[in-house]
C-alpha cells in the first residue's frame, strides 16, 4: 500500500493522454485496490467473470451500499473501466482530483452535461473502454436490498447499443454497512457477473424494462444473501 500510493499518483501527474490514463487506471484496478483489500483481510469470490469478453466494451452497472463498494468493483472488474461520476465528488479533498483525472463527470441537474456525457462514453466505448454507471444513483441507505434505479444507465445502453454487465456485490454488510470510508472489517464477499444483456435490438420504448429486468437479476442475488 506504501508503495502502490506514490506511484499512483506519481503517474498521474507526470504521465497523460489516453495511453497513459488507461495505464494509470490499469494500474488503480488491478495493483492499487488488490493490495488495499490484502492488507485490510477482505477476499474476493468472483463468481462469473468467464461472462465478459476482454475484447469488448460494456455498461456496467452493480449496486451500492457502502464506501467501499468502488474498490471492489475495480478489483472484480477483469480489464479496465471508467466510471461515470457525479459531479459533487470533486469537491472531495485528494478523492476530488482522482475523480477529475479519471473518471467522466455529469452534472446530474443539467440537461446539457447530461447530453455531453452521453457523447463522451460513446467516445469511450468506441476507443475501448467499458463504463461503470450505479443505477442507484447514490448509495442506498435503505433497509431494502435495492433503492430505486435511475434511467440513467439504461438510457446510455440503450442509445449506445453496448451490452449491459450487471455486477451484484451480495454480502458486502458482512464487512461494510457504512458510508463512512475505513469503517470495515476482515471478510470474504461474493460477487457475480451475470451473461451480459445486449442491446443493439432495444429501443427508447424498452428502457422501464430493461430496468426491470437487471433490478430483478440483482434482488434475486441479494435475496439468496449468505
Known sequence: MTFSV??????????????????????????F????????????????????????????????????DFIVNAAAFPGVYQYLAKQELMKIPVFGW????????????????????VVAIKQ???A????????????????EP???FFDGAFRIAIQTKAPIAVQTIVNIRSVSDSTR?????????????DKPIETAHLQSTHIESL???VEAIMRNHLQNEA
Open 6 to 31: 506514490p506511484v499512483l499518483l506519481f503517474n498521474m501527474l507526470v504521465f497523460r493522454g489516453p495511453k497513459a490514463l488507461r495505464n494509470n487506471i490499469w494500474y488503480l484496478h488491478h495493483v
Open 33 to 68: 485496490t488488490p493490495t488495499f483489500l490484502l492488507l485490510i483481510g477482505i477476499r474476493l469470490q468472483i463468481e462469473g467473470s468467464a461472462h465478459l469478453d476482454p475484447n469488448r466494451s460494456y455498461i456496467i452497472v452493480g449496486n451500492h451500499r457502502s464506501s467501499l
Open 98 to 117: 482522482v475523480v477529475r483525472n479519471m473518471c467522466l463527470i455529469v452534472d446530474r441537474t443539467s440537461a446539457m452535461s447530461r447530453a455531453r456525457s
Open 124 to 126: 469511450q466505448l468506441s
Open 128 to 143: 475501448g473502454w467499458s463504463v461503470f454507471i450505479y443505477p442507484e444513483g447514490s448509495r442506498n441507505a435503505t433497509d
Open 146 to 148: 435495492l433503492a430505486p
Open 181 to 193: 470510508f475505513g469503517e470495515f472489517k476482515p471478510g470474504n464477499l461474493r460477487i457475480i457477473w
Open 211 to 213: 430496468k426491470l429486468e
